[in-house]
């Protein structure tokens, strides 16, 4: 019932920025937590930050704290990763994703966008 579609990827260098988007349709987009996920050609999909349907909890991964920032706007039906002093290992695709539930377990989440496609030259 959710459907979800990211834009904002692109070509960037190493220590620059990108804004991912992630809008949703449906009317009970406030009640669900959202998640950015990315994978690399050859390797595992990884959680790279989750926001409950509140916004009041929040979680980054590692790799990615302290540079990323997850936010979401309810009344634009819209999810949003910052993505600052971004690295060539950051090189994913990324999808935003939907569910009901806790926002760091990957069942939680039943609803995905297609992807788009982040690449960092250094």
């Known amino acids: 019932q959710v459907q979800l579609v990211e834009s904002g990827g692109g070509l960037v260098q190493a220590g620059g920025s990108l804004r991912l988007s992630c809008a949703a349709s449906?009317?009970?987009?406030?009640?669900?937590?959202m998640g950015w996920f990315r994978q690399a050609p050859g390797k595992e999909r990884d959680l790279v930050a989750a926001?409950?349907?509140?916004?009041?909890?929040?979680y980054y991964a590692e790799s990615v704290k302290g540079r990323f920032t997850i936010s979401r706007d309810n009344a634009k039906n819209t999810v949003y990763l910052q993505m600052n002093s971004l690295k060539p290992e950051d090189t994913a695709v990324y999808s935003c994703?939907?569910?009901?539930?806790?926002?760091?377990?990957?069942?939680?989440?039943?609803?995905w966008g297609q992807g788009t496609q982040v690449t960092v030259s250094s």
């Open positions: 449906g009317r009970t987009f406030s009640m669900y937590v």
């Open positions: 926001i409950s349907w509140s916004g009041g909890t929040i």
């Open positions: 994703a939907a569910g009901r539930g806790n926002i760091r377990t990957s069942g939680t989440y039943d609803y």
